[in-house]
């Protein structure tokens, strides 16, 4: 199967499997952040997800594909550094403001600098109609927080410090969005990138959350966390793992912006699953970011 992804790299047949992955990747991720909305404390949801792809990712990695290169293993450890940033980064904005206001945030600044990275690093080139697109999608993500922000009732600074960290966050996007993508395309496997990328890059929160864990007052039992952990690891697999095979078989700006549609199909879950309400404005921006990602797909 490696062959046969290789081999359609940067073909049309590519290019249409790159965009079903960019898409189902948008909604893994979407799924993935319902399961994790304020039920427990977030550093030890991430923990209870990256213990999990540790184990689950442990046989891949070691037996089922070839092993890493020196090149590869060199960029694995960068993937490491970068990904603990990026985790740490989004534990601590999600400490200090709502899922809601942080995720739109994040998910809206992505993409506007992965597609600035990708013209810079892999000499990609949107037309003036992709621009409007990236515009209608990233804006309409954007006023979408804007519009959960208006709701948040924390306070001013507190508040002003988790939208610093959802910028922040929305930049380590943008860079492990182009590091990953340079990475996949340099090894001959792509998927000996993606096995050790889960593997190596799973031991850092797991070891953050015990010690967390041992110093709470009221430590929240550990049955439901596991569970949701390795829910959580099974869909990061698909979501992660989806957008980066993307990739490596289209353009990294495209992958970027349509994995980015994970807003619209977090508020659909939302709306039918949960029962939360949409109202007029937030279908009005949902339709918006569809509408962007739709330009961008079709305006290449």
Partial sequence: MSEWLVSIAGTPEGARLATFLALFSALAHAVFGALQKGRHDPWLTRGAVDFWLAVLSAPIAL?????????????LVGVIIVHFAYKVTMALAYERAAYTVVYPVVRGTGPLVTVIAATLFFNEHFSAVQWLGVACLSGGILLLALRNLSEETLDPHTLKVGLGWAITGGILVAIYTTYDA????????????????????AFDMPLIAVWRYRRMSQPPDLGPLLQR???????????????MLATRLDKVGEAAVLRETSTVFAALIGWFILGEKVGPR???????????????????
């Fill in 282 to 300: 937030r279908l009005f921006l949902m339709c918006l970011i569809g509408l962007g990602a739709v330009i961008v797909e079709l305006g290449g």
């Fill in 63 to 75: 037996f089922l594909v070839p092993w890493p290169n020196q090149a590869t293993a060199i960029l």
């Fill in 182 to 201: 340079y990475g996949i395309r340099q090894t001959p496997d792509p998927f000996t990138f993606l096995a050790w990328f889960f593997f190596v890059t």
């Fill in 229 to 243: 952990g390795l829910i959580g690891a099974v869909i990061a697999w698909l979501s992660f793992g989806g957008v």
